[in-house]
């Protein structure tokens, strides 16, 4: 296992996301690992990162975190899927084609946020990923993410 995050082999055109690319200096560099069958990443947000309710977290970042780590697991599961583990090859870039996010609680700010995410179907250059993101060890958002690889002759 690697101590490197999946958006840590991300060829470096495709390495400047808000989200999570490593060289956006002003983004959220988030990190998604592999945890058996689960990708996982967990991200503090910052104080300004309030919502519209003071002390709660913004929807629309919980949106962007949902995506960018539905992303990073489907690259990383089509690497996986391929026969190659990470570093072995480097990763394919997928690209939003949907994403539906269920608000279910409030996130807390402050806290740490842990994103889960499990694959639900690869297909070809489609991939459907379905991502928790909780806080105190509740569920507070729910996502689903349909992620296609983007073309190698792009």
Same mark, same amino acid.
């Given at each position: 296992m690697t101590d490197k995050a999946f958006q840590d082999f991300y060829p470096d055109e495709f390495a400047h996301? !808000? @989200?999570?690319? $490593?060289?956006?200096?002003?983004g959220l560099q988030i990190k998604s690992y592999w945890d058996g069958e689960e990708s996982v990443c967990r991200y503090t947000?910052?104080? *300004?990162? #309030? @919502?519209? *309710?003071?002390? !709660? *977290? !913004? @929807?629309?970042?919980?949106?962007?975190?949902?995506?960018?780590?539905?992303?990073? #697991?489907?690259?990383? +599961?089509k690497l996986r899927a391929d026969g190659f583990a990470?570093?072995?090859?480097?990763?394919?870039? *997928?690209? #939003? +084609?949907?994403l539906k996010i269920d608000f279910l609680?409030?996130?807390?700010?402050?806290?740490?946020?842990?994103? $889960?995410s499990r694959v639900l179907e690869i297909k070809s250059r489609k991939i459907i990923v379905s991502t928790t993101l909780s806080a105190e060890d509740e569920i507070r958002a729910k @996502?689903? +993410?349909?992620?296609?690889?983007?073309?190698?002759? $792009?």
């Open positions: 996301c !808000y @989200g999570c690319g $490593r060289l956006n200096e002003a947000p910052e104080p *300004f990162f #309030t @919502g519209g *309710f003071p002390g !709660y *977290f !913004y @929807g629309g970042l919980i949106s962007s975190l949902i995506d960018c780590h539905s992303a990073a #697991t489907a690259s990383a +599961a990470l570093g072995e090859k480097p990763l394919s870039r *997928f690209v #939003t +084609a949907s609680k409030p996130t807390p700010m402050g806290k740490i946020i842990d994103l $889960r @996502g689903e +993410a349909i992620m296609v690889q983007l073309p190698e002759n $792009r």
